[in-house]
Nanobody, 123 residues
């Protein structure tokens, strides 16, 4: 069983940057894929970025490609999402997720979830 706790959300103006963190405990963080999802009001939870257990492979949703960077530190059991050039459309609750059967699967196939951290992009 893996517990995930996100942090780093907040309010930011368009064009700004935020770094989200996800601390993992229990389970085998260093041997499973991890990812970030977001959910805006009235919308379904969507994949933002995912990363392989080694960190060598990452995939990004088209709207964030080139602006967001996912990374992990297996020695510290930490997952990160660096978000640059933020846009109003990025406003959502961001969730850390872990241990999917493969990286590109729907949200309901991911085994572990954090409680989420809210990101608000507004002027």
């Amino acid at each position: 069983q893996m517990t995930l706790v996100e942090s780093g959300g907040g309010w930011i103006q368009p064009g700004g940057s935020l770094r989200l963190s996800c601390a993992a405990s229990g389970g085998t963080f260093s041997s499973v894929g991890m990812g970030w999802f977001h959910q805006a009001p009235g919308k379904e939870r969507e994949r933002v970025a995912v990363i392989s257990w080694s960190g060598n492979t990452a995939y990004y949703a088209d709207p964030v490609n080139g602006r967001f960077t996912i990374s992990r530190d297996n020695a510290k059991n930490m997952l990160y999402l660096q978000m640059d050039n933020l846009e109003v459309a990025d406003t959502a609750i961001y969730y850390c997720a872990g241990d999917p059967p493969s990286l590109i699967v729907p949200a309901n196939e991911w085994a572990y979830w954090g409680q989420g951290t809210r990101v608000t992009v507004s002027s």
